[in-house]
């Protein structure tokens, strides 16, 4: 089992930023792909980016690309997401999410979540 923990959610105006952290507790964090989703209201969860077990590779959805950037701290257990230049569209719960396997772009991939921190930003 793997605990994970979000926060660094919050209000922030169009073209601020949101440092989120997600800190996880149990199993060997580093055996672990890690994951970032979001939830909007009436939609359906979508993926954000990932970063590999040793954090050598990132992926990110075309939307957030060269604003959002995954990394991870195995030795604190943690991975962050850093959102700059944050739009309205962004608004959404966000999820960290754990991938024992394969750590794709499906939230089928991923075996465990947290419990999400929500992100507003205003026009």
């Known amino acids: 089992q793997v605990q994970l923990v979000e926060s660094g959610g919050g209000l922030v105006q169009a073209g601020g930023s949101l440092r989120l952290s997600c800190a996880a507790s149990g199993r060997t964090f580093s055996n672990y792909v890690m994951g970032w989703f979001r939830q909007a209201p009436g939609k359906e969860r979508e993926f954000v980016a990932s970063i590999s077990r040793s954090g050598g590779v990132t992926k990110y959805a075309d939307s957030v690309k060269g604003r959002f950037t995954i990394s991870r701290d195995n030795a604190k257990n943690t991975v962050f997401l850093q959102m700059n230049s944050l739009k309205p569209e962004d608004t959404a719960v966000y999820y960290c999410?754990?991938?024992?396997?394969?750590?794709?772009?499906?939230?089928?991939?991923?075996?465990?979540w947290g419990q999400g921190t929500q992100v507003t930003v205003s026009s």
């Open positions: 999410a754990a991938a024992l396997y394969v750590g794709g772009v499906s939230s089928y991939d991923y075996d465990y």
